[in-house]
């Protein structure tokens, strides 16, 4: 059972960056490839990005537009997400997820753990 826990969310004002942090326990974290996602009040789980558990593929939303990086540090057992030139519609939950496999997803529903989330707010 793997406990994922965010942090490094907050209120940025347009423009600015944020980097949220993933921390993982109960695991083995190399064995885990993860996954970022955020979900607007009222709108659906939308994916981000995600990291294979090398570290060695990514896989970005459209949306992000070179804007996101997703990296993650295995000693650790975190992966973080630096978020540059943000906007008001970037406002959501920011959600980390783990699956046991190779490679990477998109559906969160092929993720089988969890975090709580962290809330990012960028104001106009």
């Known amino acids: 059972q793997v406990q994922l826990v965010e942090s490094g969310g907050g209120l940025v004002q347009a423009g600015g960056s944020l980097r949220l942090s993933c921390t993982a326990s109960?695991?083995?974290?190399?064995?885990?490839?993860m996954g970022w996602f955020r979900q607007a009040p009222g709108k659906e789980r939308e994916f981000v990005v995600a990291?294979?558990?090398?570290?060695?593929?990514?896989s970005y939303a459209a949306f992000v537009k070179g804007r996101y990086t997703i990296s993650r540090d295995n000693a650790k057992n975190r992966v973080y997400l630096e978020m540059t030139n943000l906007m008001p519609e970037c406002t959501a939950v920011y959600l980390c997820?783990?699956?046991?496999?190779?490679?990477?997803?998109?559906?969160?529903?092929?993720?089988?753990?969890w975090g709580q989330g962290t809330q990012v707010t960028v104001s106009s």
């Open positions: 990291v294979s558990r090398s570290g060695y593929s990514t």
């Open positions: 997820a783990a699956f046991l496999g190779l490679g990477v997803k998109l559906d969160h529903g092929e993720y089988d753990y």
């Open positions: 109960g695991g083995s974290f190399s064995n885990y490839a």
